[in-house]
């Protein structure tokens, strides 16, 4: 929603103080500027990047007009999961959450985080990672290695389409000059018609300086820093995680490895130790 509020505050913030001098609004209208700068950075988006690539740049343009997921509850709920399946390990042993790690679909306690099922990333992390430990001897030090080296590339996934992003919108000023500089050599062969049709193509030609300026520091460069602090609290989300399946590794208890966890939540989103220690005695009195 803020990024549409965004977009309207950046045209009328633009266009309105354009109007307010006096300019007329129909003289930005310059089709042919827009064929110029946008075919040709849509064209160099094209050489630069793997089709893989430009289809996680798609879905994450889908992401701009939704809030951030990664909620104080969505995190608090991922605390509540970890407390009862590592609650379940430590009372009945580690075997008996095998069933509920081989088919988290099936299993009771991760049907009650269904933001976390949907999440195919951030499940197969959890739950691939707990089957190591099922199977046994990977020391503390070596399973933070594996995670840590799980994390960056999911990062660096989730990074190449803002850093793309970023690309475009730094080479729209310099697409913004040669739309320009086509529209100087347009005026040059018309140097010696009258100083109406002049005035007009060069301030034409001054167009295309505007748009390519605008579109970059306007719109696409702030597109870039969205997706890529959505990319660093998707990180956060797999950090939590982190560091409560390396506390239970560690072997302290379940509560314990949640307060682990819950000191990794950013401190926006991190519920308060009087709110999580009450969730946790809800489940422990539900049981």
Not at 136 to 158: K, R
């Amino acid at each position: 929603m803020l990024v549409l509020v965004g977009i309207v505050v950046v045209l009328v913030g633009v266009l309105g103080g354009f109007i307010l001098e006096g300019g007329p609004p129909a003289v930005l209208l310059q089709w042919a500027e827009f064929v110029i700068i946008g075919g040709a950075a849509i064209g160099s988006l094209l050489i630069s990047t793997p089709p893989v690539v430009m289809k996680q740049m798609v879905a994450k343009l889908t992401t701009l007009f939704k809030p951030n997921p990664y909620t104080k509850q969505e995190y608090l709920n991922l605390l509540k999961t970890m407390f009862e399946l590592f609650t379940i390990a430590q009372r009945d042993g580690l075997i008996n959450i095998e069933a509920h790690i081989e088919d988290p679909e099936k299993s009771s306690v991760f049907s009650k985080n269904p933001f976390l099922l949907k999440n195919h990333h951030a499940l197969s992390f959890f739950s691939d990672t707990m089957k190591l430990l099922l199977g046994g001897g990977v020391p503390p030090h070596d399973l933070e290695a594996l995670l840590d080296s799980d994390i960056e590339t999911h990062h660096f996934e989730s990074s190449t389409s803002p850093m793309l992003f970023q690309k475009v919108g730094d080479s729209l000023p310099g697409l913004g000059i040669v739309a320009a500089v086509l529209g100087i050599v347009i005026t040059m062969q018309a140097i010696d018609g009258p100083p109406e049709e002049i005035g007009h193509k060069v301030a034409a030609a001054l167009v295309g300086t505007f748009l390519g300026v605008l579109m970059s520091y306007g719109f696409v460069q702030p597109i870039a820093t969205n997706l890529d602090l959505s990319a660093q609290y998707e990180s956060k989300f797999f950090e939590c995680m982190k560091a409560g399946i390396l506390a239970f590794a560690k072997g302290n208890s379940p509560i314990v490895v949640v307060e682990y966890a819950r000191r990794a939540i950013p401190s926006s989103e991190r519920p308060s130790f009087a709110e999580v220690e009450q969730a946790m005695r809800e489940l422990r009195q539900a049981k």
